[in-house]
C-alpha cells in the first residue's frame, strides 16, 4: 500500500525564513488588494454623487422654465372667476406647489422678492424706475425669479 507522504522530502521543504518572507508578502499583496478595493467603493460613491447631481441639474433645466411660465400665467390671471373656474385655478396653482416642492427637493432655491433689496451679484435687471415712496436699491417688480442650487 501506497501510504500518504507527511512531511515533504527535504528537497522540497523551504527554510522557515523563506516561509515566512512568503507568508509576508502574500499578506502584503493582501492588504494592498484591501486597500484597493476601499479606494474604488469611495470612488464609486464619488461618481454616483457626481451622476445624481448631474441628473438633478439637468432635470431643473427643463422644470424651471415650467415654474416660470405658472408665475407669468398668475399675473394676468382674471379678477371676475366664477366660483369653478375659481377652483380651477386653485387646483393649478396646488401643482405649481407642488413641481416647486420637488425643485427645492433636488436642491433648487429661488430667490428674488418684491421689496427685497436689490444685488448685481445676484439678480438681473431688465429695466430700471424710480418710486419716490420706496428706497432706492429695491426690487420693485419681479419679472422672473431667480434659482439657485444648494
Avoid at 515533504?8 to 493582501?30: I, M, R, T, V
Avoid at 479606494?39 to 454616483?48: F, S
Amino acid at each position: 500500500m501506497n501510504e500518504p507522504i507527511i512531511n515533504p522530502p527535504a528537497s522540497e521543504a523551504s527554510p522557515p525564513d523563506e516561509q515566512a518572507k512568503k507568508c509576508d508578502e502574500y499578506l502584503l499583496g493582501w492588504k494592498r488588494a484591501l486597500a484597493d478595493y476601499d479606494n474604488l467603493k469611495k470612488d464609486l460613491v464619488r461618481e454616483i454623487t457626481k451622476m445624481r447631481h448631474a441628473v438633478c441639474e439637468e432635470f431643473l433645466l427643463i422644470l424651471l422654465p415650467l415654474l416660470d411660465h405658472f408665475d407669468q400665467a398668475l399675473k394676468f390671471k382674471p379678477a371676475d372667476l366664477s366660483l369653478t373656474a375659481e377652483s380651477w385655478v386653485n387646483g393649478i396653482l396646488l401643482i405649481r406647489t407642488q413641481l416647486e416642492e420637488a425643485a427645492n427637493t433636488l436642491g433648487a432655491e429661488s430667490f428674488g422678492r418684491d421689496g427685497e433689496p436689490f444685488d448685481s451679484r445676484l439678480h438681473e435687471s431688465v429695466s430700471s424706475r424710480r418710486d419716490e415712496q420706496k428706497p432706492d436699491h429695491l426690487i420693485l417688480e419681479l419679472v422672473s425669479r431667480g434659482w439657485k442650487l444648494t
